[in-house]
T-cell receptor, first 114, second 113 residues
Framework: AQSVTQLGSHVSVSEGALVLLRCNYSSSVPPYLFWYVQYPNQGLQLLLKYTTGATLVKGINGFEAEFKKSETSFHLTKPSAHMSDAAEYFCAVSEKQGAQKLVFGQGTRLTINP | DAGITQSPRHKVTETGTPVTLRCHQTENHRYMYWYRQDPGHGLRLIHYSYGVKDTDKGEVSDGYSVSRSKTEDFLLTLESATSSQTSVYFC????????????FGPGTRLTVL
């Protein structure tokens, strides 16, 4: 069975500081990995994904993540936080494309301090 | 944005009553999903569909049923709502050029009193 653990349910950083949101996964097969963002009272928006190929993936809004198989990690980073980055972030894993059964982490709420 | 709508967007109901939530897509995507979102649990898959009249259970399917009679519509039914089903429900779709990516609807907030 697959699982996802997001370390830290709340992360707070200053505007302009590095953002690092941690995600570790468990999967018995090569995983597909995703980061989604959720703004208040909205649905989830895809930030970036890893399926195959390059392990460093770039997404929208300046975010990127690196797939590290040896560490079973897919941490999300952004060099310089902006106030508009305040939201909840979810890491998710699936085994395949097509009829996916996405398994989500519990989420990390990111707060940006002025 | 993917063309996904959910109705109703908000609903308050009483324990024991039936409730049906609707997800409608205009993308002609093959796959559709229902998730529930609860604090501390992220999103959990309830049911999904891989075609018209083809559905399967997810992680938390007890107390829920689904139907898909047309490509564009995926219905989630709570036959007899309970307070533990108070949640925010999200529909998602995938297919087209990127079958590995799910796109989410705006959500339905359901309160069962």
């Amino acid at each position: 069975a697959q699982s996802v653990t997001q370390l830290g349910s709340h992360v707070s950083v200053s505007e302009g500081a590095l953002v690092l949101l941690r995600c570790n996964y468990s999967s018995s097969v090569p995983p597909y990995l995703f980061w989604y963002v959720q703004y208040p009272n909205q649905g989830l928006q895809l930030l970036l994904k890893y399926t195959t190929g390059a392990t460093l993936v770039k997404g929208i809004n300046g975010f990127e993540a690196e797939f590290k198989k040896s560490e079973t990690s897919f941490h999300l980073t952004k060099p310089s936080a902006h106030m508009s980055d305040a939201a909840e972030y979810f890491c998710a894993v699936s085994e395949k494309q097509g009829a996916q059964k996405l398994v989500f982490g519990q989420g990390t709420r990111l707060t940006i301090n002025p | 944005d993917a063309g996904i709508t959910q109705s109703p967007r908000h609903k308050v109901t009483e324990t024991g009553t039936p409730v049906t939530l609707r997800c409608h897509q205009t993308e002609n995507h093959r796959y559709m999903y229902w998730y529930r979102q609860d604090p501390g649990h992220g999103l959990r898959l309830i049911h999904y569909s891989y075609g018209v009249k083809d559905t399967d259970k997810g992680e938390v399917s007890d107390g829920y049923s689904v139907s898909r009679s047309k490509t564009e519509d995926f219905l989630l039914t709570l036959e007899s709502a309970t307070s533990s089903q108070t949640s925010v429900y999200f529909c998602a779709i995938s297919g087209g050029a990127y079958t590995d990516t799910q796109y989410f609807g705006p959500g339905t907030r359901l309160t069962v009193l």
